[in-house]
């Protein structure tokens, strides 16, 4: 089935930990993008990436990094967690990188940082 | 700076009709989205509006005014599979989505 897979489903790490979320699609989109969910916020955008071989930041980049080494993947790493990157971490994607695209979500991954 | 207000729960019958409002102010507009989002579940995409007015789909329907920075996600003949969370996004003038907090809305027998 076409989409967008995540993984792990949930973890729960030790802070100071490095940890790396996986994501990938097979819809051929151009543009992928991840997105933290926090209880009474909005999603927050962390980074994004228009086309393979380029990434941005996005509202809430700090302790996070991404790599776009080709379309399907866009793997987020945290380098160094810490308490308050516990949230629930979505990857979306979108076909075409100019105007406006509708996005795709992937299943999330819970992340539960002590 | 951008703001998307939206009402945190609302409570509604089976079988009846839920109107949930959002209002905005962001720096520039190029649309607005609505997405549902089931518990512990991927938010889900339901409508997209750019310009002002009504669009209908199915028991779903948007609407939209730019000039009040206002949209409102209309639910008909409420189903107890509704019961989720409805987000609303605007693309910014940067072509980025800013979410609203999202409205769970809980649908009574």
């Known amino acids: 089935i076409a989409g967008i897979t995540q993984a792990p489903t949930s973890q729960i790490l030790a802070a100071g930990r490095r940890m790396t979320l996986r994501c990938t699609q097979d819809?051929?989109?151009?543009?992928m993008y991840w997105y933290r969910q926090d209880l009474g916020l909005g999603l927050r955008l962390i980074h994004y990436?228009?086309?393979?071989?380029?990434?941005g930041k996005g509202e809430v980049p700090d302790g996070y990094s991404v790599s776009r080494a080709n379309t399907d993947d866009f793997p987020l790493t945290l380098a160094s967690a810490v308490p308050s990157q516990t949230s629930v971490y979505f990857c979306?994607?979108?076909?075409?990188?100019?105007?406006?695209?509708?996005?795709?979500f992937g299943p999330g991954t819970r992340l539960l940082v002590l | 700076g951008q703001n998307i207000d939206q009402p945190t729960e609302m409570t509604a019958t089976e079988g009846a009709i839920v109107q949930i409002n959002c209002t905005y102010q962001?720096?520039?507009?190029?649309?607005l989205f609505w997405y549902q989002q089931h518990a512990g579940e991927a938010p889900t995409f339901l409508s997209y509006?750019?310009l002002d007015g009504l669009e209908e789909k199915g028991r779903f329907s948007s609407f939209l005014s730019r000039s009040k920075g206002y949209s409102y996600l209309l639910l008909k003949e409420l189903q107890m599979k509704d019961s989720a969370s409805y987000l609303c996004?605007?693309?910014?003038?940067?072509?980025?989505?800013?979410w609203g907090a999202g409205t769970k809305l809980i649908i009574k027998p």
């Open positions: 979306a994607s979108s076909d075409g990188t100019g105007g406006v695209k509708t996005q795709y």
């Open positions: 819809m051929r989109h151009n543009a």
């Open positions: 990436s228009n086309t393979a071989g380029t990434t």
């Open positions: 962001t720096s520039g507009f190029n649309g």
């Open positions: 509006n750019v």
């Open positions: 996004a605007v693309v910014d003038s940067n072509y980025q989505l800013i």
